[in-house]
């Protein structure tokens, strides 16, 4: 074989290699940032909904214990129908109404990321199975809502009032109130209201029941579907456990309570002391309670510091002194002291 044909060869081999490298790097390329879309895409829909999740259920968790425990919910009984939002103020939705203002709100919040879920799963990439099971756990949460009389045709409604077009963001707690504000746009709200009404005064139990076990089995999903801690417990625990040492009168729950939507758990602490815990609920009216370590009654001290402790005169059987005392030097003794006398004051005697 010449030498022409062994550059030929080598160059042909040299070029198929190339373009195989090349087009195997091309679709490696693209199969990455498809595969980054849909986690991407995952995230933003999922992510949320899981939030929006562990809110609600903690929220309504609070009516469930509140009830179990007393019989009734006061923080969310002040009102009889929701027609009464009619012409309430600023004022009252960041104060008085709070409560159930934003509870109505966070509900609100819960069915926009449902329906916006379920609008767009065909286009989410879920692993395994739960391409069939998410769709099951969320129809299973509509239906726990629509034995509470929030039929799901209304449950989209409203999750679609919550939603603030072109910018496709969920309205804040505020701009949510503006809505309820208005009579036109409230009714659409009114089975919310009229349920967490009705849960506050002891009514609706098993029906609430049902919603929590739902949202529990969604959340649990969820956790698992993207990897991360129980969610639920997070919730509550943020709320229960608060730094010892902070101060009593902010109460423990994440926001200001001022029902502007900073936090979404705490103007009910603030309000009303829902939330469990040793200074739960200490915001307004409340008196912190004492601290689990009392301090002691002032005494004599059972094991004083060696260091300070007064060192015992010296008696005839007292032995050696325990305290080591520095020795003068002999270098520094002083002489004796001269006699008062005629050559007193005039240095020593200089001698015959």
């Not at 496709?168 to 504000?181: I, K, N, P, T, V």
Request: glycine share 12%; hydrophobic share 35%.
């Amino acid at each position: 074989m010449d030498a022409l044909s062994v550059t030929l060869i080598s160059a042909v081999t040299s070029g198929a290699i190339s373009l195989t490298l090349a087009w195997v790097s091309g679709r490696q390329q693209r199969r990455d940032s498809e595969r980054v879309q849909r986690e991407t895409r995952t995230m933003a829909y999922l992510n949320p909904l899981r939030w929006h999740t562990a809110e609600v259920h903690h929220r309504l968790s609070l009516y469930a214990t509140s009830v179990d425990r007393d019989g009734c919910y006061p923080p969310a009984q002040v009102l009889a129908d929701p027609r009464e939002m009619e012409g309430k103020g600023a004022d009252w939705f960041a104060g008085k109404g709070v409560v159930l203002g934003s509870s109505v709100w966070m509900t609100a919040c819960l069915f926009a990321q449902m329906t916006r879920t379920r609008h767009d799963l065909p286009f989410l990439r879920l692993a395994g199975n739960d391409d069939t099971r998410l769709p099951g756990l969320l129809q299973k949460v509509h239906a726990a809502f629509a034995a509470c009389e929030i039929y799901y045709a209304t449950q989209s409604s409203i999750g679609t009032d919550a939603l603030l077009e072109p910018e496709g963001r969920l309205r804040s707690y505020r701009e949510f109130c503006d809505l309820l504000a208005e009579p036109d746009r409230r009714v659409w709200a009114d089975p919310v209201t009229w349920f967490l009404i009705a849960v506050a005064h002891g009514e609706r139990r098993p029906a609430l029941q049902r919603v929590l076990d739902a949202l529990s089995e969604l959340s649990a999903f969820l956790d698992d579907s993207l990897a991360g801690g129980a969610s639920l417990r997070a919730r509550h625990g943020a709320e229960i456990h608060r730094p010892r040492g902070g101060s009593p009168g902010t109460g423990t729950g994440t926001g200001t309570g001022t029902g502007t939507g900073a936090g979404a758990g705490g103007d009910l602490d603030a309000t009303a002391g829902a939330s469990s815990g040793p200074d739960a609920g200490v915001g307004r009216g409340r008196v912190p309670s004492l601290s689990p370590h009392p301090i002691p009654a002032p005494g004599p001290d059972p094991s004083p510091d060696p260091v300070l402790r007064p060192i015992p005169a010296p008696g005839p059987n007292s032995g050696p002194d325990p305290v080591p005392r520095p020795t003068p030097d002999p270098g520094l003794r002083p002489g004796p002291e001269p006699s008062a006398g005629p050559g007193a004051g005039q240095g020593p005697d200089p001698g015959p």
